[in-house]
């Protein structure tokens, strides 16, 4: 007779975990319904064999020794229905129990627009969604009202049918869920009329919903339990909401500081000026100092977009934009030939171009 081990394709000191690996390897491969050779039937039989010694402790520690085998027709014959059955029909031969009418809601995901002002400080809304909710007429028992579920007369409330499979082997015991009940052991004999037994109807409901400071576009915020009911009463599922922040013709964002840009005469920008500038939570007073060049910019702390996740604001930076005339009367270019001709002019000449803030301010600058 050929040697167990050798049959299974594994070493002496093989550890059980590795001889069953390689029992339902070979299994899978020599098993009659998948290869239906003669070889193949002949070689299933010895690996099954193989496996009943080697798999029981004390048969595998008599033929270690040189003992005495059981043939195919000796007690363990088989090594455990079980094994063979999880190995074809993926699951154990007992049967699980019925299974819950019950299940959790599907995710829902919406998609929310909110303006850069309310991104500053939080805002709320009340948001309107077609959604799965529970039947109120049977309160998600999918039952009409005054009756209940009965247990299925076919399975008998085990919510599956067993049957013995005539094979090589001989009777193997099979388990399906039963084709009246679908598995759950008990039959819905007068359905609710309103949500047609599912527990759950389509309507429409308000979410309230309070969206956090610093938010932008892309950030999804999870509502746990706001989203669609599961069916028979089931917990209902999560609500996402992704953010979008809609565009502002004024003010731009750079993380949680805000940017603008603030045209400046060419006379302001001379002598100094102030201005108020209408913020997106109020008005500031800003001074431009005496001198001042394009692509210099003001920073005003702690009037930008309050953080996300934690205190205090980023700043409101605003950049400088000198606005030269190009039209003149002719006593304004007198007076400005004059202004010139009074002071020591230098030729023009390239300078080292300055990084930092303006470099991204700059693009908005050109647009203007």
Same mark, same amino acid.
């Not at 094994?83 to 154990?92: C, L, N, P, S, V």
């Not at 000198?322 to 010139?340: C, G, M, N, W, Y």
């Not at 030729?347 to 203007?368: I, S, T």
């Given at each position: ?175 399906? #869920? +039963?084709? @009246? &009940?679908? %598995?759950? /052991?008990? *039959?819905? =004999?007068? #359905? +609710?009329? @309103? &949500?047609? %037994?599912? /527990?759950? *109807?389509? =309507? ?10 610093? *938010? ?153």
């Amino acid at each position: 007779m050929a040697d167990h081990y050798e049959v299974l394709g594994v070493e002496r000191d093989a550890s059980p975990e590795a001889i069953k690996k390689a029992y339902r390897r070979l299994a899978r491969e020599l098993h009659p319904d998948v290869n239906p050779s003669a070889d193949a039937s002949e070689r299933f039989k010895l690996v099954t064999h193989a496996y009943d010694v080697l798999s029981d402790p004390q048969q595998r520690q008599n033929y270690d020794l040189g003992g005495g085998q059981q043939g195919f027709g000796g007690q363990q014959g088989f090594g455990g229905f079980g094994d063979i059955f999880e190995t074809f029909f993926g699951g154990g031969g007992g049967s699980r129990g019925p299974k819950s009418r019950k299940e959790r809601g599907q995710d829902a995901l919406l998609r929310v627009e909110i303006d850069l002002d309310e991104v500053i400080f939080g805002t709320h809304r009340d948001l309107e969604v077609d959604t799965a909710v529970t039947c109120e007429t049977c309160n998600g028992s999918c039952c009409q009202p005054g009756t209940a579920p009965v247990t299925c007369d076919i399975c008998h409330g085990t919510g599956s049918i067993q049957r013995a499979v005539r094979s090589l082997l001989g009777n193997v015991m099979t388990s399906s #869920p +039963c084709g @009246t &009940c679908r %598995g759950y /052991g008990t *039959v819905i =004999a007068t #359905p +609710c009329a @309103t &949500c047609q %037994g599912q /527990g759950r *109807v389509r =309507a429409r409901r308000t979410v309230p919903i309070d969206i956090p400071a610093g *938010v932008e576009t892309g950030l999804r915020l999870q509502m746990p339990g706001s989203g669609e009911a599961g069916p028979a009463g089931g917990p209902n599922g999560d609500l996402y909401l992704e953010m979008k922040v809609r565009h502002h013709d004024i003010f731009s964002r750079d993380g949680d500081d805000l940017l603008a840009t603030l045209e400046v005469e060419m006379t302001d920008a001379i002598l100094g000026t102030s201005a108020t500038v209408k913020a997106l939570d109020g008005d500031i007073e800003v001074e431009v100092k005496p001198g001042t060049q394009s692509a210099e910019v003001l920073t005003i702390k702690d009037r930008g977009v309050t953080h996300l996740r934690g205190s205090g604001r980023g700043d409101l930076k605003i950049g400088i934009q000198v606005i030269t005339p190009s039209k003149l009367d002719h006593r304004e270019r007198e007076l400005l030939k004059q202004f010139a001709d009074g002071r020591k002019q230098q030729a023009p000449a390239l300078a080292q171009f300055q990084q930092g803030l303006f470099a991204k301010l700059r693009d908005r600058f050109l647009r203007v």
